[in-house]
């Protein structure tokens, strides 16, 4: 039972990516991103939450946008 459990969790990728969602830094779906005219706008691919590039490599919640789970 706990060892299930144990190897579970440390095989899922995505509990790291979360846990770089809370702390607001994304990334962007497949790396693409769309010029909304001021800045490089996507959607974060682990929580689907709207995003904006803060510059090269670092995305930030886009807090414009509404994203349907915008709580902060
Ligand atoms: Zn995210």
Known sequence: MARTLTRT???SPSATARLLC???RHQPVGRR???DGASYISRCEH???PIFRLKKGK???DRRRRGGQDRL
Request: aromatic share 14%.
């Open 9 to 11: 969790a440390s095989k």
């Open 22 to 24: 809370l702390v607001n």
């Open 33 to 35: 991103a769309d010029w």
């Open 47 to 49: 929580c689907q939450a």
């Open 59 to 61: 995305w930030r919640r």
